[in-house]
């Protein structure tokens, strides 16, 4: 993610597209969390 967000930012020659970028990169894992935690494991125990 890091290589593709310093690329974004020479082509660019702009920071925001790579702010852009990191933000919905980092609220993707909490909502990945919140989904996993209320819904529980994907596989079936037992």
Do not use: F
Not at 2 to 28: D, K, Q
């Amino acid at each position: 993610m890091g290589s593709m967000v310093a690329e974004m930012m020479r082509r660019s020659g702009s920071i925001w597209p790579a702010v852009a970028v990191h933000t919905v990169n980092n609220l993707a894992l909490p909502m990945l969390v919140l989904l996993t935690a209320t819904t529980g494991p994907a596989t079936a125990a037992g």
